[in-house]
């Protein structure tokens, strides 16, 4: 083979490779900035939890769900914010849940059906505000569940 085109064909393989690079690094920061994990896992958590009470007064699910459910709000109180939720309010209200998610579990523990509603209903308004500043971009907007 002749060696100008083995060295344009290598350039050319070089500066592919460059491209497409950087290409998957904007793509991931894109889809870094699109996604918030920590919020989809305690929102099934919680979807889990809620429905079957809201729906059916069935409390059964939440306070099996009560321990993971306050161990999920504290590793996403811990975990880095996306950038457009990365603000005062929602550290607060990530702080908030946790805090309630952790009382949550103790009422749980009361055994008073009434009092593990009206907490599992709070707990659930709370989530819901952080969903929606999510979806929002930062501004309160409705979101229902699927």
């Given amino acids: ?42 929102h099934m958590i919680m979807a889990e939890s809620f429905h079957p009470y809201k729906d059916s007064a069935n409390i059964e699910p939440a306070k099996a769900n ?15 914010l996306p950038e457009k939720v990365n603000n005062d309010e929602t550290k607060a209200s990530l702080a908030q849940l946790k ?26 308004d709370l989530f819901h505000k952080l969903q929606e500043s999510w979806y929002g971009g930062g501004k309160e907007e409705v979101h229902e569940h699927p």
């Fill in 1 to 42: 083979m002749n060696k100008p085109i083995n060295y344009v064909l290598i350039l050319f393989a070089f500066v592919l490779a460059v491209a497409c690079s950087g290409k998957k690094e904007a793509a991931d920061a894109v889809a870094s900035n699109d996604e918030w994990p920590e919020m989809d896992e305690f």
């Fill in 66 to 80: 009560a321990a993971e459910m306050a161990r999920v709000a504290e590793k996403w109180a811990n975990a880095a």
């Fill in 99 to 124: 805090d309630d998610a952790a009382a949550f579990s103790q009422v749980v523990q009361s055994g008073d059906t009434t009092k593990i509603g009206e907490s599992l209903t709070s707990l659930h």
